[in-house]
């Protein structure tokens, strides 16, 4: 239904959605620069961090608007996210500053590849498991009105195993696409070849995931067949296109199916916010409030996805110019 | 949260300011030719890319701990003051793009392009600063809603962007980004010629940070003086304890440390020797603010304004008469000890507003009590992330003075060594 709520949550995955394949891929990158081996390993290292150099503050405010459309406009599921997810959050709020600063001083020469590397790592678990416990039913309303101890509030909720495996599988998902996009990005053929290996090898990683996944959780979060077998064919398409060398067909499908994997558990839980008891109706701040939220997306929308499209065109599209190296690596030569 | 603001603001100060004098340096340098510009404008964007990744990963914990500290808070506030944290969101949209493409496309845009871009991430980040002001300023003077048996009803979020407290508290606190970031680059110039030589590169950062500073200096005090107002009128137990005044009296005085001015306060606050100022004892005793940490972080903050405001016009004077700054070795100086100055009286202003406002989050409506997270332990976390951000502090130092102070100066590119 369309109703106003509905059209803002569904912003607020849309948010999400390009935070899991922008910023997520720049995620899998730092996992794919803690794996980086064989004869090439430093120009894999180097292409990761021209790769998400230019774009990887920009992906990030993905998060930070699905965060603040969320408290604006749903503010008690907010409040009681926040609540029952304290302990992951914080944690992965650590890893995200860790990841961050870490990425930049080591482009200023600074050090810290390994803490770039290994919180790149750990942050999508994080991730995952919060928005596994969300799927599963896990955040309820806790504190002060229940007797609960601290574990069962504040641990139990996202201590599953469905969590923990939500979480392993938005790494993979993170490695794939990330893999993925870096097949387009290499110049070189054989830095290509890395990368095709390293993606059709985390695919079938996402593939085998989700099928154990299904098997074993069908229960906890009814997918839909249709999202099943839809997710299926565009992972398939990005496999077959890898095969057979067509890098960007592969980096549309394996975008698409993603992409599908976010709306397929958005769906699954409609139309709860937070299963099992609360209704993205009943969560809605005034309608006042929504209605003045869409207007600034949209307006912002206006400004933001021409100045978007703009800076991946720079970056992501134009290959005529030669790469330069961003003259920030060093410090300039000594004239 | 109060740690991880004091820790935010200084980064995000620079990262309103910053991006300013860097495209000020890059104009002067496609209008010159000048290379020492260009090689200005390229260090400057190089520390303003390590200081806004900083600010964003900081700011990121920032609207995360807003609902994990004060979920309370955020359930009673999301609905009325969510929208200006909206509009910020779109805001650091902008600034990231623009940053981006500022940083990494000195090759791959066109020089006009490139300017743009540049002054699109100085804008945005002042439109950042003054959306999330205007939220602190709400809690200050809640507008735009009516309460009810507990139930917040006739929301109107737009009301609440207007109200009363915004404007004062915005303008002060984009002056206050100027000032503390132009003297902040002005006075480490000025302390580097002070130390090596001249050189057209100390000369050149020490006058762009005094084009933006020395105006902001200037014109701090009449906006603190139009705070003052504002909290007079809306809040007069938070201006009662900033100046220390117990005793609700007309032609209040003024006192400074140990000095103190008679009529001085009722002067200040309503423009009237002998206006009634409201002291303390209006309000039970359990409603006062923490009097002595409001009352001195207030001092510092006016004594630092004071100081650099008469830098400020010191450097205005200079200028007029033509003299060459970087020969006046006492001007010097005192600019070298303003380079701390503007950030200090930072963190003292929002010693002030924040304290000030206890014990209430959202001036009287919603204790702070009532708003803080059921969670127990919260020690944890809270050394958790202030540890965290000590590391981070100590490695932000090192590598900025290791791309932009060390080589500068002495050693290395500076053209004109
Ligand atoms: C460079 C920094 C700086 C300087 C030089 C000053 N201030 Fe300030 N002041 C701030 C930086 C600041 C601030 C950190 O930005 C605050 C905190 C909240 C805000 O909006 O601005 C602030 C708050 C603040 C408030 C409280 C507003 C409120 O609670 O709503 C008052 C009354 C003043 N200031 C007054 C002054 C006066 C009379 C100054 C005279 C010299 C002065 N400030 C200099
Ligand atoms: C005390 C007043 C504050 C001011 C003046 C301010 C200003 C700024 C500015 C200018 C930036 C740009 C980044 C940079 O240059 O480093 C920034 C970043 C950020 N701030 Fe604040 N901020 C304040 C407090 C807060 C609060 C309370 C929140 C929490 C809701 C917050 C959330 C953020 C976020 C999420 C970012 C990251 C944006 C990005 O990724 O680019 N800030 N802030
Ligand atoms: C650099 C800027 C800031 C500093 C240093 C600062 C510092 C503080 C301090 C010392 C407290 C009191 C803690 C206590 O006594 O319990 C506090 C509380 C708080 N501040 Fe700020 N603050 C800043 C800016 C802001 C801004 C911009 C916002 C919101 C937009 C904000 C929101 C809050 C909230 C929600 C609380 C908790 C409720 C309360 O104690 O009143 N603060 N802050």
Redesign the pocket.
Known sequence: MLTLPNVLAGIILVALTAYVLFAGADFGGGVWDLLASGPRKSAQRELVAHAIGPVWEANHVWLILAIVLLFTCFPTAFARIAITLHIPLTLMLIGIVLRGSAFVFQSYGGGGGRVFATASLVTPVLLGISVGSVAAGGVREVGSGTRDGYYASYVAPWLTPFGIAVGLFALACFAFLAAVYLTVEARETDLQEDFRRRALASGAAVGLMAALGLALFRTVLPVHVGVVVVVAMSLLGAVAALARRYYAGARLAAALAVTLIVWGWGFAQYPYLLPPDLTIAAAAAPPVTLRLALIAVLVGAVLLFPSLYYLLRVFKVSRRMPFAAPPTTRPAPPR | MAVSLAFH?IFAVIGIAMPVLMVLAERRWQRTADPTYLDLAKRWARGTAILFAVGAVSGTVLSFELGLLWPRFMAVAGPIIGMPFSLEGFAFFTEAIFLGIYLYGWERVSRRAHLVAGVLVAVSGAASGIFV?IA??WM??PAGFTLANGAFTNIDPIAAMRTS?AL???L??T???Y??TG?GVAGIHAFLILKQRAGAFNRAALIIGLVVGAP??VL??F???I??R??ARR?PV??AA?EALYETRAGAPLTFGPVVIPHGLSL?AFHDPNATVQGLDAVPREEWPNVGLVHVS?DV??????Y??LVGLWAGWLAVRRRDLTTERLFLWALALATP???L??????????L??QPWVIWGVLRTRDAVTPMPGLIVPFLTITLLYVTLAVIVAVVLYRQIIRSPGGRGSAPEC
């Not at chain 2, 903050?301 to 004071?306: F, K, N, P, Q, S």
Request: aromatic letters at 8%.
């Open positions: 603001i002001v602190n300023a200050n003077t407290a004062p508290q915005t002060h606190m002056l206050a980004a000032a503390a003297f902001a200096a701090q005090p906006s603190g003086d705070a003052a504002y909290v809040q938070k201006l900033m200040l207030f903050m006016v004594a630092l304004g004071t650099m405001a100055c503007g950030f009286a930072i963190e003292a202003g929002w010693m002030v507003t924040e000030g406002r």
